[in-house]
């Protein structure tokens, strides 16, 4: 006889669910048994608070920056990443995707959370990081969605926003700084947790709101025509600007290994998979015979020997034209004329530790990694070059380490807007400005490095004054302010090791500094701006057409458009 399994599992069914009604009908009679969203889960919150939102935009937001840092160092020639402008028609559409779906969108929730709460300090804060992003964002880009970005679960669904003139976003971007200092200077019972960048101080932030404010009127002076009126009442803001290394705004790595949260250089470069790009060798160098004292801290030197040109291996991995300057005549004259060479062995081991390549060599990589020179204790919190006592051997310094800082907007960057401020508009001292600048430059990255490294050696205060006269020498020296300022913003291209975007900012503002070496090889012309991912042209009907060309359509307050 066959048994019938069915009939038994619907008996077995039905039992169940009348002990299950008459169970929850003991409980509450008015609950509907198949109504079972019943509970709130608060570990899964449907909408994020300003507190919790606001921590993580910031992380992204600095991961953003970081993530694009190498690209503008490239572009001016400092290390080997795109410095030969060979971009592709989707070569950003990561750092363009993580924007919008990253740190954008974070700060966009906590000013809708903040408002909808009457969360002043919190949406005092988005507001000023927005701008800070936006125009971040114009000054690469050139033109993107604003207005109607972050539309995409809005009631009135927009997923094809439109994009915003880059005059305009700035335009916006100057409101959202007015509201910010509105909102952090009103009175709210609010206090502000979890703030990694400055913890919780409404001054601090009030400080960075006018710095960007700042920031934009230097970037986009030369397209306004109040820009002199405009500046100095930036100057002189109410609640001040960033004016000392403890008012910096950096984004500062930790040592944890699981998760890493050091900083990337630090990872690329002193781990065993050593991957880290090239140093521009014309920029070290250039630092050595100028005597900068921030020279062993800025780069870290991983060999001793001279390559043997005759064997092959040795020979392949030579970098050409020069760039290995250790075998380069025309620099050991330079060296020895500057008294920062002898023609001694250990000089010669010093100075074949100069590992890095010129400016756009587009020669294959090879196996090099252990001779490259690499970043030093600032500011990615590596190790100090002792010239007298440092091992020449690949780093693997894996369980510490690495706790450095992404510098944003510092003191010294602020007094070099100034200088240039200054001598463009004829007010102030400007040659007062660029020294200041300078000598916090250089004390910020010696007490940088000896917190961080051990073996690090503070700046000697007479190596600081001889740099110091050396420029000051060099800057009376000049006929016109123009030709100051070129002096000015070849010192700021020194200084913003660590921060490529104001050395491309000023750059193609300026043209400045005029001196450094071009490209050995192009492929491109100067990038005017990134090109706009031809993604989102093909995905968003709204999206410009043609898309600007990155090496023709410069940003709207770039008059100069460079070219070699």
Same mark, same amino acid.
């Given at each position: 006889?066959?048994?019938?399994?069915?009939?038994?599992?619907?008996?077995?069914?039905?039992?169940?669910?009348?002990?299950?009604?008459?169970?929850?009908?003991?409980?509450?009679?008015?609950?509907?048994?198949?109504?079972?969203?019943?509970?709130?889960?608060?570990?899964?919150?449907?909408?994020?608070?300003?507190?919790?939102?606001?921590?993580?935009?910031?992380?992204?937001?600095?991961?953003?920056?970081?993530?694009?840092?190498?690209?503008?160092?490239?572009?001016?020639?400092?290390?080997?990443?795109?410095?030969?402008?060979?971009?592709?028609?989707?070569?950003?559409?990561?750092?363009?995707?993580?924007?919008?779906?990253?740190?954008?969108?974070?700060?966009?929730?906590?000013?809708?959370?903040?408002?909808?709460?009457?969360?002043?300090?919190?949406?005092?804060?988005?507001?000023?990081?927005?701008?800070?992003?936006?125009?971040?964002? &114009?000054?690469?880009?050139?033109?993107?969605?604003?207005?109607?970005?972050?539309?995409?679960?809005?009631?009135?669904?927009?997923?094809?926003?439109?994009?915003?003139?880059?005059?305009?976003?700035?335009?916006?971007?100057?409101?959202?700084?007015?509201?910010?200092?509105?909102?952090?200077?009103?009175?709210?019972?609010?206090?502000?947790?979890?703030?990694?960048?400055?913890?919780?101080?409404?001054?601090?932030?009030?400080?960075?709101?006018?710095?960007?404010?700042?920031?934009?009127?230097?970037?986009?002076?030369?397209?306004?025509?109040?820009?002199?009126?405009?500046?100095?009442?930036?100057?002189?803001?109410?609640?001040?600007?960033?004016?000392?290394?403890?008012?910096?705004?950096?984004?500062?790595?930790?040592?944890?290994?699981?998760?890493?949260?050091?900083?990337?250089?630090?990872?690329?470069?002193?781990?065993?998979?050593?991957?880290?790009?090239?140093?521009?060798?014309?920029?070290?160098?250039?630092?050595?015979?100028?005597?900068?004292?921030?020279?062993?801290?800025?780069?870290?030197?991983?060999?001793?020997?001279?390559?043997?040109?005759?064997?092959?291996?040795?020979?392949?991995?030579?970098?050409?034209?020069?760039?290995?300057?250790?075998?380069?005549?025309?620099?050991?004259?330079?060296?020895?004329?500057?008294? &920062?060479?002898?023609?001694?062995?250990?000089?010669?081991?010093?100075?074949?530790?100069?590992?890095?390549?010129?400016?756009?060599?587009?020669?294959?990589?090879?196996?090099?990694?252990?001779?490259?020179?690499?970043?030093?204790?600032?500011?990615?919190?590596?190790?100090?070059?002792?010239?007298?006592?440092?091992?020449?051997?690949?780093?693997?310094?894996?369980?510490?380490?690495?706790?450095?800082?992404?510098?944003?907007?510092?003191?010294?960057?602020?007094?070099?807007?100034?200088?240039?401020?200054?001598?463009?508009?004829?007010?102030?001292?400007?040659?007062?400005?660029?020294?200041?600048?300078?000598?916090?430059?250089?004390?910020?990255?010696?007490?940088?490095?000896?917190?961080?490294?051990?073996?690090?050696?503070?700046?000697?205060?007479?190596?600081?004054?001889?740099?110091?006269?050396?420029?000051?020498?060099?800057?009376?020296?000049?006929?016109?302010?123009?030709?100051?300022?070129?002096?000015?913003?070849?010192?700021?291209?020194?200084?913003?090791?660590?921060?490529?975007?104001?050395?491309?900012?000023?750059?193609?503002?300026?043209?400045?500094?005029?001196?450094?070496?071009?490209?050995?090889?192009?492929?491109?012309?100067?990038?005017?701006?990134?090109?706009?991912?031809?993604?989102?042209?093909?995905?968003?009907?709204?999206?410009?057409?043609?898309?600007?060309?990155?090496?023709?359509?410069?940003?709207?307050?770039?008059?100069?458009?460079?070219?070699?």
């Amino acid at each position: 006889m066959k048994y019938n399994f069915y009939k038994k599992s619907k008996s077995l069914a039905s039992l169940v669910i009348v002990t299950m009604a008459l169970s929850f009908a003991s409980c509450n009679k008015s609950i509907d048994i198949f109504d079972l969203n019943i509970n709130t889960d608060p570990n899964s919150p449907t909408k994020g608070t300003a507190e919790l939102l606001l921590p993580e935009a910031q992380r992204n937001m600095a991961g953003f920056m970081e993530g694009l840092n190498n690209t503008q160092m490239g572009f001016m020639g400092v290390i080997s990443s795109s410095d030969s402008y060979g971009l592709g028609a989707n070569s950003f559409y990561g750092s363009w995707s993580n924007f919008y779906t990253g740190p954008g969108k974070d700060l966009e929730e906590v000013i809708i959370a903040s408002k909808k709460s009457d969360n002043k300090p919190y949406l005092g804060i988005a507001q000023a990081l927005k701008a800070y992003s936006f125009s971040t964002m &114009v000054d690469l880009f050139g033109t993107v969605p604003f207005s109607e970005a972050f539309l995409g679960n809005a009631a009135k669904l927009n997923i094809n926003p439109k994009f915003d003139d880059g005059k305009a976003i700035y335009t916006e971007c100057y409101k959202l700084l007015d509201s910010a200092i509105f909102n952090l200077t009103a009175s709210s019972p609010y206090t502000v947790t979890g703030d990694i960048m400055y913890g919780g101080s409404k001054a601090s932030w009030i400080r960075f709101a006018n710095s960007v404010r700042l920031r934009m009127l230097m970037t986009s002076r030369k397209v306004n025509t109040n820009a002199s009126a405009d500046i100095q009442a930036a100057l002189k803001a109410t609640g001040g600007i960033i004016e000392s290394t403890s008012q910096d705004f950096t984004w500062k790595y930790g040592g944890q290994i699981s998760p890493d949260l050091r900083h990337p250089w630090f990872t690329a470069a002193y781990l065993a998979n050593n991957n880290f790009t090239y140093i521009s060798a014309q920029y070290m160098f250039e630092m050595l015979l100028r005597k900068d004292p921030r020279l062993p801290f800025y780069f870290r030197r991983q060999y001793d020997k001279i390559l043997d040109q005759a064997n092959p291996t040795d020979r392949g991995a030579t970098p050409v034209q020069g760039a290995y300057l250790v075998l380069n005549p025309d620099a050991w004259t330079k060296a020895r004329t500057a008294g &920062v060479l002898a023609d001694t062995k250990a000089d010669s081991a010093y100075f074949a530790g100069y590992f890095g390549r010129f400016r756009g060599d587009q020669s294959g990589v090879s196996e090099d990694v252990r001779y490259r020179m690499v970043p030093g204790v600032y500011p990615a919190a590596g190790l100090y070059d002792n010239r007298a006592n440092a091992p020449y051997v690949l780093n693997t310094k894996t369980n510490s380490g690495g706790a450095g800082i992404f510098p944003m907007i510092t003191s010294n960057m602020v007094n070099f807007w100034k200088a240039e401020a200054e001598l463009a508009y004829n007010f102030g001292d400007p040659k007062a400005t660029a020294e200041k600048a300078i000598r916090e430059s250089i004390k910020n990255v010696s007490d940088f490095g000896v917190s961080k490294d051990a073996s690090s050696i503070a700046v000697k205060e007479a190596d600081v004054e001889n740099y110091v006269t050396a420029f000051l020498t060099n800057y009376d020296a000049s006929a016109t302010n123009e030709v100051k300022l070129n002096k000015v913003l070849y010192e700021a291209y020194f200084a913003g090791w660590g921060n490529g975007f104001e050395m491309y900012n000023a750059f193609r503002r300026n043209g400045y500094p005029s001196n450094i070496p071009p490209p050995i090889t192009l492929n491109s012309q100067f990038a005017l701006r990134l090109p706009i991912p031809v993604s989102e042209a093909t995905l968003n009907p709204n999206a410009p057409k043609p898309l600007p060309l990155f090496y023709n359509d410069p940003v709207f307050w770039d008059v100069l458009k460079f070219k070699f």
